[in-house]
């Protein structure tokens, strides 16, 4: 999920330079380069497409650990997961 996120997000921007904060280890270090993409990978040839012309600046924030903006995103990531699972229920 958090590779589709960063994904979507950089669909929407234009060319330009950009600072990305993740609590995913496995995203920062697959995007950096530093390990070896081996599984996904039809979601990292669409990363890589979306990263076209854009630079990227990676920071890793630790998971529950107070981060304002790590919480932010984490509590409405857990909303829509309760949203669509419910929806899933009713079908």
Known sequence: MELTAVIEALQWVTPCEYELY???LLTLNCAKGIWK?????????K???????????W????????????????Q???TEAKIQKNKNLAQ
């Open 22 to 24: 993740t609590d995913s």
């Open 37 to 45: 993409r081996k599984a996904n990978l039809d979601l990292w040839d």
């Open 47 to 57: 990363y890589d497409a979306a990263i076209e012309g854009k630079i990227l600046y």
């Open 59 to 74: 920071y890793w924030v630790k998971g529950h650990s107070g981060d304002e903006f790590n919480e932010l995103v984490d």
């Open 76 to 78: 409405a990531a857990r």
